[in-house]
């Protein structure tokens, strides 16, 4: 049986992507509860609490990360833990890849020992060539293409706001939960074309939202060809408008979304960046002169400068940053459970429990 990875969100269709959502809500409402402190003499009723699927008992998943992480990290440790498993952290400093080892012979190691493998890697080649000769799946924590665990995250949290909602969903605290269906969405974004927008572009669109992006006149800065050929491939150009004006992008705007101007790796063209993204800094005073909607969301997958966003907005009611940063936990969970722990993605409204 041949392993499946996930790379991008371009790989999933729209309902493995449903199926994913719902998953994660449910799977966030049980172990909230789960987790929930209990009073010494009520200590009985925290044992009868109903607990997450132990689909990783005894399983081990390697964290195979090239770079530093904070939510990626711990909310695959903690993740793994709920479902009965353990989170094996390598570092660049903790074994042999990239220096006296391969990326096939470390797949093979690894996939040979532990049940999964959770990549954050430096060009998207490198999770390519773990996922090719692994023997057990991959998910791509991150790679310099693409970053499906944060959009995941980012639908997640679009889902749970209630001025997006089309409808209330169904026993929304509930383990049977159903996610709420959103309202048609405009989504702006603003800055460099990093992987966090990459798979925005594959996925935004498909689930019926239009795309606004506003990035320099500078090839450096734009889509890469490579990225663009699966947005094209999926259909999704056809509702994403490009622009170089940052007002121009906000207009009528319902989420306003920005990611760090310099990733990691970067830092020497700190000045250089820092020139070309003058002007796109998200500020109340930006989205009012572009004409955004007036109860309008900022969302940054952290963490974050104050150039890119300033206070008011960051911390501000507008700002769903933190509810954002929680759900990373819970998706990457629902992928873990899903990928790891049963090797599909299967629908969970047609299975009341995995075990």
């Not at 060539?129 to 665990?149: D, F, G, K, M, R």
């Not at 800065?221 to 990225?227: G, I």
């Amino acid at each position: 049986m041949k392993p499946p990875h996930l790379m991008t969100l371009a790989d999933l269709s729209v309902p493995q992507i449903q199926n994913v959502l719902t998953h994660a809500l449910r799977l966030k409402n049980i172990s909230q509860k789960f987790l929930m402190p209990a009073k010494p003499q009520k200590i009985s009723q925290k044992l009868h609490r109903e607990a997450p699927p132990q689909s990783l008992s005894h399983a081990s998943i390697a964290l195979l990360f090239s770079k530093r992480s904070t939510r990626t990290r711990v909310s695959a440790e903690t993740a793994s833990v709920l479902l009965g498993g353990r989170a094996l952290f390598l570092g660049r400093e903790d074994i042999q890849l990239g220096v006296n080892e391969s990326a096939r012979d470390t797949a093979r190691v690894l996939g040979g020992m532990c049940q999964g493998i959770f990549a954050r890697v430096g060009e998207h080649s490198e999770i390519e060539e773990l996922a090719e000769h692994s023997p057990v799946p991959v998910i791509n924590a991150l790679s310099s293409l693409w970053h499906p665990t944060q959009i995941l995250a980012d639908l997640l949290t679009l889902h749970e706001e209630k001025s997006f909602q089309a409808a209330p969903g169904e026993n929304v605290g509930g383990a049977l939960a159903t996610l709420a269906p959103l309202k048609p969405l405009t989504i702006t974004y603003l800055g460099d074309s990093t992987n966090v927008l990459h798979d925005m572009l594959v996925a935004f669109p498909r689930m019926g939202h239009k795309m606004q992006v506003a990035t320099p006149n500078d090839p450096q800065y734009q889509c890469p060809a490579p990225v663009w050929a699966r947005v094209k491939e999926l259909g999704c150009d056809a509702n994403i408008m490009w622009t170089e004006d940052p007002r121009k992008a906000v207009q009528g705007a319902d989420v306003v979304i920005t990611d760090t101007w310099i990733s990691m790796g970067q830092e020497a063209e700190k000045e250089q960046r820092l020139k070309a993204f003058q002007g796109y800094q998200v500020t109340e005073a930006l989205c009012r002169e572009g004409a955004a909607k007036k109860d309008w969301k900022f969302l940054h997958c952290l963490p974050r400068k104050k150039d890119e966003v300033d206070d008011e907005v960051f911390y501000g009611p507008r700002s769903l940053v933190f509810p954002e940063a929680d759900n990373r936990k819970w998706t990457i969970m629902a992928l873990f459970d899903m990928i790891f722990g049963h090797w599909e993605l299967y629908d969970p409204k047609k299975i009341e429990r995995r075990h």
